[in-house]
């Protein structure tokens, strides 16, 4: 256990000194932070959006937005914290767009057609229908759950990247799974 606190804390402290590096106007320090997070921003907007090109996008503005911001980093919270919190606003304002969108585009008569029946195929596999009820929480919920599950953080990172306290994240976990195993349960039952 000791061990892994001191990681986690060598990582944070890692994390500091190549900001202040980058800072300093070192460039390839923000390029070690890039190599160091950026599987894990891509694989977070990935769960958040469920479409691995736009998660691709949005995790490279993500590092964009990062890198344009950095002189801005005063480190009251971890950089890793930061930057999922960058990465989540990020998700929730292209999810925000694409429902803006879709609700003016009209649908072909073809695609109506077939929307139906592409529904009905995808909402066979089980790792779908699991996303699909994780997409059916509510925001805070879903986001949560991600970062618990998905993320492996503790409830108090959650709190920081959520913009609440330690209870709060517990509490939004907590509905999260049985909300969750609501919609797993109906979604089951309908097949």
Do not use: C
């Amino acid at each position: 256990m000791v061990s892994i606190k001191m990681k986690k804390e060598n990582v944070v402290n890692d994390d500091l000194q190549l900001v202040e590096r980058f800072k300093r106007g070192n460039q390839s320090a923000f390029d070690e932070l890039v190599l160091s997070y950026q599987s894990r921003v891509y694989y977070l907007v990935l769960r958040i959006v469920g479409d691995s090109d736009e998660a691709a996008d949005i995790a490279q503005s993500t590092f964009i937005k990062a890198y344009r911001n950095l002189h801005n980093f005063r480190g009251r919270s971890s950089f890793k914290t930061w930057l999922f919190r960058i990465a989540i606003n990020q998700s929730k304002n292209y999810l925000r767009e694409k429902v803006r969108k879709e609700r003016f585009l009209p649908l072909s008569e073809d695609a109506r057609k077939w929307e139906g029946k592409l529904e009905e195929m995808i909402t066979r596999e089980r790792s779908q229908m699991l996303r699909e009820a994780i997409a059916q929480l509510p925001e805070r919920q879903r986001l949560t759950l991600v970062l618990r599950i998905y993320e492996e953080l503790p409830y108090k990172e959650i709190a920081r990247i959520m913009g609440g306290s330690t209870g709060l994240a517990k509490v939004n976990y907590f509905y999260a799974i049985n909300n969750l195993r609501k919609k797993w349960k109906k979604l089951n039952s309908t097949q």
